[in-house]
């Protein structure tokens, strides 16, 4: 096939698309107020770790000479400015996204002021507000001595105009950060009926300021003795480049090595420059010039509130109508109350599918795991973790009870290192064996193995899943979990951690699929399979549910498949090489995501395999990374009643006209569009399990 017939498309505009989805959820007035608030919260969120990650590494790239660039990245500077056209479209429609939404809050009588539109008793609130709480908290740098490694990435600053009315002084400027983290960006502000002790439908109203304005209002409070009495601010932020320089010396520890490289990120070069668009010429030329930034920077003009991801965390006390309503998780069936998780395995596989499910089952099974006597040893891989994670206290309490617990934590999870080396020093403390990474290679892999003593044989049970173990991200996340006993799993299971220990030694896996080793060919050969089949004039197809669809040789194998009659449905998340539809090419082959109430994170793949279906479920997206670069998982479902259950899922996702979109379509983002009956399939699944 010639490489006009395989249209690729480029893996940072798909994902802009993707993030463009999540925008549509803001906008879409079926959702609640503040759901949609918090949407454009995820939205801003995905951006910034967007332009810290992949625009960083286009910056990077387009510094290097052409032959030099990977094959992977072919014209960094041209994706650059569409990344940049996109941004600024995408930016329009979020303004006013936030416009329309603060609007009909304020009907609701939810109002976010700013410091001119307050009271003077929620001026005094205010002051005080400031006194007590904020100051203390802020620590200005004079513009004159600014420099970016005096500035906080991911954090937004306020540029303030110092001015002494009545005399001939050139104007000052200084920075001031706002601190988001100690305190909340929102402060809930006194009614002025409360003061007068009116009762009735007040406790309806809701007054709220942003911490931004707070400081605004009280800027007299820092500056006056000065000698200032005229002050402007403007709100401005930065964003780094994120990525770290590896450091490969062999005479320093893993550990050693990440600290040091995480120390690098805090003085990276701006990527990223968002400014109010009411600053000052001559306080904009001068940031910029302290900054860094040039004109080959992303510089975005905006209004005066940035770093929208702290509306994920919008306060609507007593207003549960604007909010979704909380879905109960639900128990696993047939597991009765104060029945042993092992004795069920003993007799059948079993799957959690989270947040449908309670992720409180993998804790139930640690913490069993923990004191029961049979149980010697415990295994098990961490990527992310909750901030206060019972998985880690379930680890050290079976450390107490003197299992042999294994942990291999990844130190390299971008974004959360730090929390990483501080669990990995907690473990290491309680007597957890702690297995230390490689630099440039990631296990992203989720396993959990117990071996118990049974009849004085071991025997081993593993779970296997789509996700990370954090009992947080478990109640947003869709991810699913294998739990088995069946040895011929639970064995290899074990030889992915002698893997680790063995500095990823290749090894031999029959039933397994595990990257870097095997995981793109066994793939290939599963719809090499499909084409001779559909050849053969048997049925042939698959449904591949991924985060991520950029690799190469998969991509042009896919659209081989879909030539030769395989029919292929496709639930991917964000990014997408694929462009499905085109005549003669790719019209086998459908494209679906899903962006609605839960982030979909986990990975499906069924084949037809000539009527005897196979069915997996793993840890990789197929990307160059998943498959070439990290230690990842496909585990085979051999369960019926699991498979069937998994293929159900499938298809209600397949059937959903509500939130799901057509992918690399024109036009972009469109909504599948349906008869009756209205299927949402995160409800319909929901129902499913209850």
């Known amino acids: 096939m010639k490489a006009a017939e395989t249209p690729i498309v480029d893996r940072e505009i798909s994902w802009l698309e993707f993030n463009g989805r999540v925008l549509q959820e803001a906008a879409d007035e079926s959702n609640p107020l503040i759901e949609r608030l918090k949407f454009l919260g995820i939205f801003s969120s995905n951006l910034d770790e967007f332009y810290r990650v992949r625009v960083a590494t ?272 639900l128990r696993q069936k047939g597991l009765p109350k104060n029945t042993s998780i092992f004795s069920m395995l003993k007799h059948r596989d079993m799957m959690l599918h989270t947040p449908y499910q309670s992720f409180s089952f993998i804790i139930d099974l640690l913490r069993e795991a923990s004191i029961d006597p049979q149980v010697r040893a415990i295994k098990m891989t961490l990527y992310r973790v909750a901030r206060n994670s019972n998985v880690i206290n379930a680890l050290i309490n079976a450390s107490r009870n003197g299992k042999a617990v294994t942990v291999f934590m990844e130190l390299q999870a971008r974004f959360d290192e730090e929390a990483n080396i501080s669990w990995a020093e907690k473990l290491q403390e309680e007597g957890v064996k702690l297995i230390q990474g490689t630099p440039g290679f990631k296990v992203h892999s989720k396993l959990l193995l117990i071996r118990r003593k049974e009849d004085n044989t071991n025997v081993y049970y593993a779970n296997i899943g789509t996700g990370n173990f954090n009992e947080h991200t478990a109640s947003t996340y869709a991810d699913d979990s294998l739990l088995t006993c069946r040895q011929e799993i639970t064995q290899e299971v074990n030889n992915v951690f002698h893997l680790f220990e063995s500095k990823f030694t290749p090894l031999k896996f029959k039933h397994l699929v595990v990257s870097p080793f095997h995981m793109r060919d066994n793939f290939i050969k599963l719809l090499n399979s499909e084409i001779r089949n559909a050849k053969k004039g048997l049925d042939a197809w698959c449904i591949i549910k991924l985060n991520n669809l950029s690799d190469e040789r998969l991509v042009k194998k896919l659209y081989q498949a879909g030539r030769e009659g395989v029919k292929i449905n496709i639930i991917c998340r964000s990014t997408c090489a694929i462009v499905p539809g085109i005549p003669r090419v790719s019209d086998n082959i459908r494209i679906i995501s899903i962006v609605d109430r839960f982030l979909e994170h986990s990975r499906v793949l069924i084949f037809a395999n000539g009527g005897e279906e196979l069915y997996y479920i793993s840890s990789a997206d197929w990307m160059v990374r998943n498959l070439d670069a990290r230690i990842e998982v496909a585990c085979p479902v051999y369960d019926k009643d699991l498979q069937r259950e998994l293929k159900t899922m499938m298809m209600i996702q397949l059937k959903d006209n509500t939130k799901a979109r057509l992918v690399n379509h024109d036009p972009l983002n469109h909504y599948v569009s349906g008869k009756l009956p209205v299927v949402r399939s995160q409800v319909e699944i929901y129902k499913y399990f209850t």
């Open 58 to 329: 286009l910056n990077r790239m387009s510094d290097l000479k052409a032959d030099n660039a990977p094959i992977t990245i072919k014209n960094p500077k041209k994706i650059l400015k569409e990344i940049t056209r996109i941004d600024k479209k995408q930016q329009k429609e979020f303004s006013k996204i936030f416009n329309q939404i603060t609007d009909r809050l304020s009907a609701e009588g939810i109002h976010i002021l700013n410091e001119k539109q307050v009271s003077h008793l929620q001026g005094d609130y205010i002051r005080a507000y400031f006194n007590e709480n904020v100051r203390s908290q802020l620590f200005p740098i004079l513009l004159n001595n600014l420099k970016l490694s005096s500035l906080v990435d991911k954090s937004i600053y306020l540029a303030v105009l110092l001015r002494r009315s009545k005399q001939v002084v050139k104007d000052r400027f200084a920075v001031v950060r706002i601190p988001v983290g100690p305190l909340s960006r929102f402060v809930i502000l006194p009614n002025d009926s409360e003061k007068a002790g009116i009762r009735g439908d007040t406790y309806k109203k809701l007054n709220i300021i942003m911490l931004d304005d707070v400081i605004r209002y009280c800027l007299e409070e820092i500056f006056a003795v000065f000698g200032f009495d005229h002050f402007e601010a403007f709100t401005f932020k930065f964003t780094r480049d994120a990525e770290m320089d590896i450091d490969n010396d062999v005479s320093k520890s893993f550990l050693e090595i990440m600290i040091e490289s995480l120390k690098q990120r805090k003085t990276g070069a701006a990527v990223r420059f968002i400014y109010d668009k009411d600053m000052p010429d001559s306080m904009l030329k001068m940031l910029k010039e302290k900054l860094g930034i040039t004109p080959d920077d992303t510089i975005i003009m905006s209004g005066r509130y940035h770093n929208f991801k702290d509306f994920m965390s919008f306060p609507a006390p007593g207003r549960p109508d604007l909010q979704y309503k909380p879905l109960q998780p």
